[in-house]
């Protein structure tokens, strides 16, 4: 942990140093594990790929090669930088000063491309020639889709049955960019089932398939991987408001679901003691009714699609159903890195329900005429909280991870009511 001086500020600022170093600064996970979590729980026959990724991983991160190339597309496809926004009207109504780092602004609407063009670029660097992953809403299979169109690769996608039926319109987008959804009828129907579906392809096509997750979830060196290429949110803001304001903000606030958006902006922050990090995670109808996805908050230590963390599970020791209003956010697990920074006491969590979500998606409308995701807003809700934390001066950045076109019906439905 260390103090920023001004003039260490000042050099940060002039000389933007290149991604294989700023990446570098990171964490890298020992032994494959953040403290008591992570770690890969797979079956021996997956363990040939995970170590083939791994090591893949190892190389391409400290390469300026690969880098160049990541780069080149974020900035001329996805349309990074993203910008850092001073939302002057819901700074007044918070009694803190927000900033907005608008992930909604690139090319797809949300963070998840910055992770899809990363592992894209890895797949082809590896030889890998096609190209599979699991969905929840299906935000992350329109990413996923949506490169391996850009990279002329084949796409198999897999998503649960119930959730085919209720993202039906993001299905749509997935076969329009010529991927193949394969609807899973096995347990839940859901995202977890879907996870557990990808993985058996992937064991079996091991030769030429690249299994591209989501988020910070599943074995190692996925949550490391995954949070190094989100952590462009947290390098851009970084820079971002020290040239804006001449300081380190006092606080980083992002929703959490698998927890990549929220990994991407606290990690280059992690080692600035002054900045508080506060994930949101969705409380859904209220953490006592069970109906909810606070997995950090409510839930216990367990293994989940190959990684130990946080778990929401039943009575009986099963996996439990997650519950939000938004289906970014429902997912039962949370990556391992989060794991480790609240038991560390080094980010906090807080939960948000979906009426606050609705409010909080309502508020940033009003104010800013900004339509956030439903993920999003669980962010804005918890943030008359984190002004009291840190007062009327204090600076916060917040993670706007998507746009909220997806949830309009979801919205008018609630607001009908
Ligand atoms: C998928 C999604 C999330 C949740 O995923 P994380 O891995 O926790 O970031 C949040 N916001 C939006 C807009 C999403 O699409």
Redesign the pocket.
């Known amino acids: 942990m260390k103090t920023t001086t001004y003039v260490e500020i000042e050099e940060e600022t002039a000389a933007r140093a290149s991604w294989v170093e700023d990446i570098a600064r990171l964490p890298v996970p020992d032994g494959g594990r953040f403290g008591a979590f992570g770690g890969q729980y797979v079956a021996e026959t997956l363990m040939p790929a995970i170590a083939e990724l791994e090591a893949a991983w190892r190389d391409a991160r400290r390469d300026t090669t690969y880098w160049a190339e990541v780069e080149d597309l974020l900035v001329n496809y996805v349309g990074r930088p993203s910008l850092l926004y001073h939302a002057r009207r819901l700074s007044a109504e918070v009694g803190a000063q927000v900033y907005l780092k608008r ?2 602004l690139n090319h797809t ?4 491309i910055n992770n899809c063009i990363g592992q894209a670029v890895l797949a082809r660097r590896m030889g890998k020639r096609r190209l599979i992953a699991e969905t ?2 299906g ?2 299979g329109v990413a996923t889709a949506t490169v391996a169109a850009l990279f002329g690769l084949p796409c198999e996608v897999y998503m649960g049955a119930e959730d085919v039926v209720r993202q039906s319109l993001n299905v749509e987008r997935m076969r329009l960019l010529g991927a193949e959804v394969h609807p899973v009828e096995s347990g839940t129907r859901t995202l977890k089932d879907a996870m557990n579906e990808a993985l058996r392809d992937w064991v079996t096509n091991v030769g030429d398939t690249f299994y591209l997750i ?4 599943g074995p190692h060196p996925y949550p490391w991987m995954v949070r190094d290429l ?1 952590s462009v949110i947290g390098r851009e803001a970084r820079a971002q408001i020290l040239g804006a304001t001449g300081r380190l903000p006092d606080a980083c606030v ?11 902006l606290f990690a280059p922050f992690a080692a600035d003691a002054s900045v508080r990090l506060v994930g949101v995670e969705a409380a859904g109808e209220g953490i006592a009714t069970g109906r909810h996805a606070a997995t950090l908050g409510a839930g216990r230590v367990g293994v989940l699609h190959g990684s130990k963390s946080y778990v929401l599970v039943r009575d009986d020791g099963q996996i439990a159903h997650a519950h939000s209003i ?1 289906a ?2 429902d ?1 039962p697990g949370v ?1 391992p890195e989060h794991a480790a920074w609240k038991d560390s006491g080094r980010a906090v969590y807080v939960s948000r329900t979906d009426d606050d979500a609705l409010a909080g998606l309502e508020r940033l409308a009003r104010t800013e005429g900004i339509l ?2 439903l ?2 807003a669980h962010a804005i809700a918890a943030l008359d909280e984190v002004a009291r934390m840190i007062g009327p001066d204090g600076i916060i950045i917040v993670g706007l ?3 909220g076109d997806k949830d309009m019906v979801t919205v008018a439905q609630r607001r009908a009511k």
């Open positions: 992930e909604d609407g949300a963070h998840k929840g809403a935000q992350h989501g988020s910070v979830a989100q992002a929703c959490v679901g698998g927890g990549s958006n929220a990994a991407g938004s970014g956010l997912y990556g956030c995701a993920e999003t991870s998507g746009r």
